[in-house]
């Protein structure tokens, strides 16, 4: 299924910390998992900030619960008060590891907030965010399982993803936040470059993102879409082209991390 995971980090207990799991089955996709916790969509966003407040066009229930064709906007609207709520306005700064289309959301949520929409937060305190196979250059075409209009907003192309580009080239929380992205050469759903927010030939030029960290599993890394999620080994032995904004150089590198390590490395050091 293409959906979003989202996962919130603390800055507790780094060593207790738990990778995603499944992706959620149904439902919305914006569900959120809690850092430290066990379980997916242990938190819904659904009761934070105004359902009818900002794209809110589509993909309603009852029960004011959202379905998998929910805009991306409006879960990002949700997710900005979300992390406000639970986080911001109490001076926490979290960090954020996101799969897939959660990324877009989150990117949405930073860069709405960050340029003062008025029914946005005031301001975020997001320190990393890291970005697992998030179609920022655009899914591909043949894409299914998203809902009809979420696969339209994640079409190459779509005027959301032009919008982020012109809105979210950067988007940075109160005190700065540190992206990085991720793809995967055998991720059949995003391609590589556009998961790590680059183009075919790596050149910044053509980035779709400003990341500072940018990863790319190679093919012989067999890293599909869904084992961003998985992938838990602590071995380094991955086959990955890696860039970092510090050396503003792509590197290959044949003794690298696996996905979820390599988020965790990401959002708690930075490091790569
Ligand atoms: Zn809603
Ligand atoms: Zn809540
Ligand atoms: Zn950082």
């Not at 980090?9 to 910390?17: S, V």
């Not at 503003?248 to 790569?272: C, E, M, N, Q």
């Amino acid at each position: 299924m293409f959906c979003g995971a989202l996962q919130i980090r603390d800055r507790h207990g780094i060593e207790t910390r738990r990778a995603p799991r499944e992706e959620p089955t149904s439902g919305s996709c914006a569900c959120i998992v809690r850092y430290g916790d066990d379980r997916e969509c242990s938190h819904w966003i659904s009761h934070h900030g105004s359902h009818r407040a900002h794209y809110y066009r589509y993909g309603h229930q009852l029960h004011e619960n959202h379905q998998a064709d929910t805009d991306i906007r409006h879960l990002g609207y949700h997710f900005a008060w979300f992390l406000w709520t639970h986080y911001s306005s109490r001076g926490k700064r979290v960090d954020i590891v996101a799969h897939s289309m959660g990324g877009l959301i989150a990117r949405y949520a930073l860069a709405q907030t960050e340029r003062g929409h008025d029914r946005f937060p005031p301001y975020l305190l997001v320190e990393d965010v890291a970005t697992l196979g998030t179609p920022h250059g655009g899914a591909r075409w043949y894409t299914s399982g998203c809902g009809r209009g979420q696969c339209i907003q994640m079409n190459a192309g779509s005027s959301f993803l032009v919008w982020l580009e012109q809105n979210g080239w950067e988007p940075d929380g109160r005190g700065g936040t540190d992206w990085s992205t991720f793809g995967s050469d055998d991720d059949n759903l995003v391609a590589a470059d556009r998961a790590a927010g680059t183009a075919r030939d790596r050149d910044p030029a053509h980035d779709y993102i400003v990341s500072c960290h940018k990863v790319w599993y190679r093919e012989s890394a067999n890293i599909e879409h869904s084992d961003f999620l998985h992938t838990v080994s602590k071995e380094t032995s991955a086959d990955v082209y890696r860039f970092s904004c510090r050396t503003g150089r792509w590197v290959r590198d044949d003794t690298s991390h696996w996905p979820v390590r390599r988020a965790d490395l990401a959002v708690t050091f930075g490091t790569f």
